[in-house]
């Protein structure tokens, strides 16, 4: 097959193609994931996330081109919002790390939520994984740390990295109670700020007292416009995964994500399956008006779908 | 400005006409629209009467021209005692030609230039960078080293004219540049005359030509406000520019808001770096947009002036009246020309036009009307400032002062427009400033919110447009419009590399690296980029330097 | 077709009024299209890079400053030496209408000059893209 080839050959094209149709659930690109699902898990996939402007974008790109200094292949994925309304988005990420766009060795993907359930770490996972086959080292997923399912698809990561930024006060309380136990490596960005070091000793008050296992993530300091810190950053990412290679940890991880993974994969079948036999005879539509007028309970609404597809 | 009795009785007089005349009426013949708008979308009453201006004071709120608030005008006698400075900007593609016109221009009496330069120059990048390539001498000269500048002001006396020059991230160059020619000549910089654009808050909003980031520019900024105060001090310093904000969609208010925002964080800028207010406060310019309401518009100017004069009173304790009062220059809005029918914009400029003198602009350039289309012709600029002529010797407006006070719509609305643009600027300072307002893309958003929404009546043809989306006609393509030759662009690159040649390679080097020290320190740089220039440093030489110190803005990811 | 429709909306060469392209970007948004919005002063070579790893069905590009001539065309050859023939390509801004007929020749699919109804994009590109 052409793409199989282009895309071990390490053909851009070929790769963006195959995203695609991943993305929109092509039969061809997943048996071509089945084929070559043994060439995958050579990348360091490193999820990205934290509030609204704390600079993920720009601190990403000083990563790339750090990892991009010492010869390391890097893919890219840049997941926005999709307008709930119109099914459309505007992906911006892209304007950041413009420099990156012609490096031969940086694939810079930007992807929509698109909404449709679960399909989302779907898509995300299916993209990582053709860019490990295309040959990256080094995956980034970055998204906006603030809903359920992006902190989803950066769980997936073998290392999260959160990012914060100086001065944002109670806000941390509010993350803390989301997203804060899934950071394997805390950035504090714009550490020129005032107020910096402030945070940086806030958010590791908060990780001593709310860790009880064998390591505490480490909080770093950095200013990503001014190239700061960077490089320690980096180091920690890295040092994350010799970490995880140690006693196994790495496998565990692998085999945790993994199961969520499928779990999702069959959750997604298993009602994309029941909407579609249901649609057919527009069953749902009747049932949810009768819960809606109290002529029939949920349960037994759920029992009455399950029995379509015979469950 | 009404006692409460009388406002009683005007109230049942007016319920009386709404019961009599009024409802009968708008039972036979209902109003063509539900609800009524500015240009700027804000509602608008059928009618306006003395109850809506119930709140104003006159003495604190409109006063007398040429006194604090400063609300009728800069001036006791405004056009009375001197017409506008009737300013077209123009730029052409090498020094040479500009030289050319810029004394043509003198020779018919015109005693202000103003410099368009091309995107390389306003970039900082030189004609031979690749980035250039397909832009040099397109909007304008192409500027690359103090060669260049030699040739454009050659022979033109640099202490007898000012000088106007639309630049803003390299501004301290081309300023520095325009020192040495001046120097050249025998001309001391105490006796130049002239502006810099220099704002480069609103090149993050709105017109894009931006080099550093944030915090060097502003610092940039207070270097050049420092440097003038002292070296330079009859040159303005900066034009606060609410124009390019408007052009990218902004509503009247937000105009108002969001440059008076600006203009606060050059104030703070350089107070900060240790400047007396009312040393610098005076050199201080704004330049606003003319839109085609009329009315809005000329609220707008008066709001404008109001809100800045209690800005410099109150929250920066100027003590100096000259402090307090707003001085603009105005453009027609180039967006509201249109492709279609263009001879129409040359009415559109002419409602314009009579706009920004009814608000009692300082200077004005008048849109040509074949701009939607091309770079205007020499026939449409000479519409374009016939324009200004007629409403200044024809129209009768410039005969009183602020003719339009005491309209109660006029004065409602000034009020209403000064009100929302606090609202802005309040919003602004808690976010911490305008700088931090702008990195966060909150100032660009809503901005382009105001414009999606304008896009979207047009379209939905709420808003009508003449020849856009109503009485369309089929059209000739038009001819004759200017095209810049694309020779223009090799023959700078020659000059360039003839330069290098020619010049002390070591020397420029050793002021390169002068400079950078400078910049790397807290020094004042505006002496260093004056010997570098001196040297025939080039643009991009220069800029590149502070490219390497300083990094480069990024551009707001919110759109 | 079922899936959204991907374009990279950019203002190649120097000149900074985005206005337009940003009121298109969020026109096509509005339209359920995917929009990789990749900001000011854009080299051909980068519209194209991320033309190619963002696949995009169309290239929507915006110029005010007249170097049109020189960067449309540009982008339009260096996507065929990449082999991408499947992509749209559109141009938009201060456009005279002496040079419309040379940039479609060159293979600028279409123009749209000052006035263009969104509508009117939106309708163009879901007419005329060139795969499924």
């Known amino acids: 097959m052409e793409l199989e080839k282009r895309l071990l050959d390490g053909d851009k094209r070929a790769c963006a193609r195959l995203i695609s149709m991943v993305e929109n659930n092509n039969k061809e690109a997943i048996s071509l994931i089945k084929k070559l699902y043994k060439h995958t898990g050579n990348a360091h996939v490193i999820g990205i996330t934290g509030p609204p402007g704390g600079g993920k974008s720009t601190l990403t790109d000083k990563l790339v081109k750090s990892l991009r200094d010492e010869g390391k292949k890097v893919g890219i994925i840049a997941v926005d919002p999709t307008s709930p309304f119109t099914g459309g988005s505007i992906l911006g990420d892209r304007i950041r790390m413009n420099d990156l766009s012609l490096d031969p060795g940086v694939f810079i993907r930007s992807m929509g939520t698109r909404g449709h359930l679960g399909g989302l770490s779907k898509a995300t996972q299916g993209a990582v994984k053709i860019l490990d086959i295309y040959g990256c080292d080094y995956i980034f997923i970055e998204t906006v740390g603030v809903g359920q399912s992006e902190v989803d698809i950066v769980r997936t990561a073998d290392t999260v990295l959160m990012i914060m930024v100086p001065g944002l006060g109670d806000d941390i309380q509010a993350i803390k109670a989301g997203t804060m136990e899934i950071g394997d490596v805390f950035a504090v960005n714009k550490s020129d700020l005032f107020g910096a070091s402030k945070t940086a000793r806030e958010i590791k008050t908060m990780l001593e007292m709310n860790h009880n296992m064998d390591r505490i993530p480490p909080v770093m300091q950095v200013t990503a416009l001014k190239n700061e810190g960077i490089k320690e950053l980096l180091n920690e990412i890295k040092g994350h995964m010799e970490y995880l290679k140690e006693n196994d940890r790495l496998n565990k991880r692998r085999e945790s994500n993994a199961r969520a993974e499928i779990i999702n994969l069959i959750e997604e079948e298993i009602l994309s399956l029941i909407l579609r036999k249901n649609e057919s005879v527009g069953v749902l539509d009747d049932i949810s008006q009768k819960v809606a007028l109290r002529n029939m309970d949920p349960y037994t609404a759920k029992d009455e779908i399950l029995r379509a597809i015979d469950l | 400005m009404f006692d409460k009795e009388r406002l009683d009785q005007i109230q049942q007089s007016k319920k009386d006409w709404e019961d009599k005349v009024l409802n009968k009426t708008l039972e036979k013949f209902p109003e063509r629209q539900d609800e009524f708008q500015t240009g700027s979308g804000d509602k608008i009453e059928r009618l306006y009467t003395p109850e809506d201006i119930q709140g104003i004071n006159y003495d604190e709120e409109i006063g007398y021209p040429g006194q604090y608030p400063y609300t009728r005008g800069a001036q006791p006698t405004m056009y009375r005692g001197r017409l506008w400075t009737m300013r077209m900007y123009a730029g052409f593609a090498t020094a040479e030609e500009s030289n050319k016109r810029y004394k043509y221009l003198i020779e018919q009496g015109s005693k202000g230039l103003s410099v368009a330069f091309d995107l390389p120059t306003q970039i900082g990048y030189d004609s031979d960078h690749s980035l250039s390539a397909g832009e040099v001498g397109k909007v304008g000269v192409a500027i690359d080293s103090l060669a260049d500048m030699e040739i454009l002001f050659d022979g033109i006396p640099l202490d007898k004219v000012s000088t106007s020059m639309t630049i803003n991230a390299p501004a301290s160059v081309l300023l520095a540049m325009y020192i040495a020619v001046a120097e050249k000549q025998g001309v001391s910089a105490d006796k130049l005359r002239g502006t810099i654009q220099n704002d480069i808050l609103k090149e993050y909003i709105a017109r894009g030509t931006y080099i550093f980031p944030t915090e060097p520019s502003m610092r940039l900024i207070t270097d050049i406000f420092e440097y003038c105060s002292e070296s330079v001090p009859k040159w303005n310093t900066i034009s606060i520019s609410g124009y390019h904000i408007r052009e990218a969609g902004s509503t009247a208010a937000q105009e108002v808001g969001f440059t008076l925002a600006d203009g606060i964080a050059y104030v703070d800028a350089a107070i900060e770096a240790g400047l007396d207010v009312d040393a610098f406060a005076p050199r201080l310019s704004f330049f606003f947009n003319a839109h085609n309401d009329l009315l809005e518009e000329v609220a707008k100017f008066r709001a404008a002036r109001r809100l800045w004069a209690k800005i410099m009173k109150e929250r920066f304790e100027a003590k100096s009246e000259k402090s307090m009062r707003l001085k603009f220059h105005t453009q027609t809005g180039g967006s509201t020309l249109t492709a279609q029918q263009p001879d129409n914009n040359i009415v559109r400029v002419a409602i314009q036009t009579l706009a920004a003198v009814l608000g009692g602009t300082q200077s004005l350039h008048t849109n040509s009307k074949d701009e939607a289309l091309a770079l205007p012709t020499e026939d449409s600029v000479r519409i374009a400032l016939r324009t200004q002529q007629i409403v200044a010797h024809e129209s009768g407006v410039t005969n009183t002062v602020d003719p339009l006070a005491g309209s109660y719509y006029i004065e409602a609305k000034t009020k209403a427009i000064e009100e929302e643009a606090m609202k802005y600027i309040e919003k602004i300072d808690e976010l911490g400033g305008a700088p931090k307002a702008i990195d966060l893309g909150y100032i660009q958003q809503e901005i382009m919110d105001s414009a999606y929404d304008y896009q979207r009546e047009v379209e939905s043809e709420k808003r009508i447009v003449v020849g856009v989306n109503k009485y369309k006609s089929e059209e000739e393509p038009p001819t004759g419009l200017l095209k810049v030759d694309p020779a223009v662009e090799e023959l700078q690159k020659k000059k360039l590399q003839e330069l290098k040649s020619k010049r002390d390679n070591e020397e420029v080097n050793n002021r390169l690296e002068a400079l950078r020290k400078a910049c790397n320190s807290k020094e004042n740089v505006m002496p260093y980029i004056i010997e570098a220039v001196k040297a025939y440093g080039t643009l991009g030489e220069i800029c590149g330097v502070m490219r390497e110190v300083f990094g480069e803005y990024q551009q707001s990811v919110r759109i | ?132």
């Open chain 3, 1 to 132: 077709m079922d899936r959204p429709i991907r374009v990279i909306v950019a203002k190649p060469g120097l000149d900074g009024h985005d206005r337009g392209a940003k009121v298109i970007a969020r026109a096509l948004r509005d339209a359920g299209m995917e929009v990789i919005y990749t900001g000011l002063r854009q080299t051909p070579e980068q519209i194209v890079a991320a033309a190619i790893q963002e696949d995009a069905d169309v290239i929507a590009m915006s110029i005010l400053s007249g170097a049109h001539n020189h960067l449309f065309p540009k982008v339009v050859n260096l996507m065929k030496d990449q082999g991408a023939d499947d992509v749209l390509i559109l141009g938009g801004g201060v456009i005279p209408e002496d040079d419309i007929p040379g940039l479609k020749e060159a293979g600028v699919e279409e123009i749209f000059t000052p006035g263009s109804a969104t509508q009117t994009i939106v309708d163009f590109i879901k007419n005329n893209l060139k795969r499924d």
